[in-house]
């Protein structure tokens, strides 16, 4: 099915990513920016618990409610960050974006975190009529990047319920380890509000109104002025493994795995399982298995042990299947010539990537 004329002699990357590289070795362009940073994120005891307690000493105040906000997904990476607050001692206001797609087992893990830590809970739930609508359009479109509505939204309602409760600090599962190396073919900049409502424009019936928005003006002076909080990236600050955080998510919570890096959505389970390596023929599974690699926390032989496995259980992506069209209101007939048609490119559509061109131009980044 995939292309596979070259892979990587270290990880399991191969040449369905079209800007992969390899040296003389047959060792990939992301292994080798790896090798770099990595070695940076890898830390004693004693330095571990000396960023946590630098963390502790800028967040924490007596004088707050609380001390920072954390988006809780129900996943591995952000209970992980609660986790590490609740550790600290910190006071934090949870917040969860529920999008119409959580898992079970999502809701059930946030329901035991905050519990035992004691957090309250905000939870913003999407118009949903709106944003089947966007989701609908982004199909029809034939774009890759259909999870960037979410992000885009999460993004847009973080910097909302920030300012609402006057919250400087976010503490972010954002993190190298596990998230490194992904193809820039296979997302979109999340920012680009223009690229969302034209497609919106062309295949929607409804216009965007409480949908979250931030457009990319915003999003870049809120970064460069810390208009939209300081983000504090707290699991590159220590030893993060995704299989050390699991047991340790299991052992204080309770705490449930759902089988995939970010497969706490029903929805993110079905696009990365079968939208993507169906219709794009990208297989995300590759890069969170390289990235554990390079980790040290799994070997390249179980990795593509691993891969050689069904990337969905027949029956389960029988019943997901389902599942998903009659939300979505798709008919087979409809979806099945969607999953055929050729894939576009997000710049096929409007998009506000020439105010982040000038922005790289500026910083003399040209490939950032």
């Not at 002699?9 to 292994?31: E, H, L, S, W």
């Not at 920072?68 to 952000?78: E, M, P, Y």
């Not at 329901?111 to 739930?125: E, G, P, R, S």
């Not at 919570?253 to 696009?271: D, I, Q």
Request: net charge positive.
């Amino acid at each position: 099915m995939q292309n596979t004329q070259q892979q990587c002699t270290k990880c399991v990357m191969d040449t369905t990513d079209p800007d992969i590289r390899f040296d003389a070795q047959g060792v990939c362009n992301y292994c080798l920016e790896a090798a770099i940073v990595l070695p940076k994120m890898k830390f004693t005891a004693e330095q571990e618990q000396e960023n946590l307690a630098k963390i502790k000493q800028m967040v924490h105040s007596d004088a707050n409610k609380y001390d920072c906000v954390i988006g809780l997904s129900g996943g591995v990476d952000s209970s992980y960050v609660a986790l590490l607050a609740h550790k600290l001692g910190l006071k934090a206001l949870c917040v969860h974006f529920d999008n119409g797609w959580n898992s079970e087992i999502a809701v059930s893990n946030i329901k035991k975190i905050v519990q035992k830590c004691n957090y309250d809970l905000a939870t913003y739930v999407i118009d949903w009529p709106e944003f089947k609508d966007l989701q609908r359009s982004f199909f029809k479109a034939g774009v890759v990047d259909i999870e960037m509505l979410t992000d885009h939204a999460i993004m847009a309602t973080m910097f909302q319920l920030r300012k609402k409760y006057k919250l400087k600090y976010i503490l972010s599962g954002s993190n190298y380890v596990t998230e490194h190396g992904m193809p820039l073919k296979w997302i979109w900049r999340k920012q680009d509000l223009t690229n969302i409502r034209d497609i919106q424009s062309k295949f929607g019936t409804k216009k965007i109104k409480n949908f979250p928005t931030m457009n990319s003006v915003k999003f870049q002076l809120s970064k460069l002025f810390g208009l939209g909080g300081t983000y504090i990236e707290i699991l590159n600050g220590v030893n993060y493994s995704k299989v050390d955080a699991m047991e340790a998510l299991k052992r204080e919570f309770g705490w449930e795995y759902y089988g995939g890096k970010h497969y706490e959505s029903v929805f993110t389970k079905f696009y990365q399982a079968y939208i993507l390596p169906t219709k794009f023929k990208f297989d995300k599974r590759k890069v969170h298995l390289s990235a554990q690699i390079r980790n040290g926390e799994i070997t390249r032989d179980e990795a593509l042990q691993e891969l050689a496995k069904d990337i969905y259980d027949p029956i389960q992506l029988k019943n997901d299947r389902q599942y998903v069209l009659k939300k979505l209101g798709f008919s087979e007939e409809e979806f099945g010539a969607m999953m055929a048609a050729p894939p576009k490119q997000h710049l096929d559509y409007a998009s506000d990537e020439w105010i982040f061109n000038i922005w790289r131009k500026l910083k003399g980044k040209k490939n950032a």
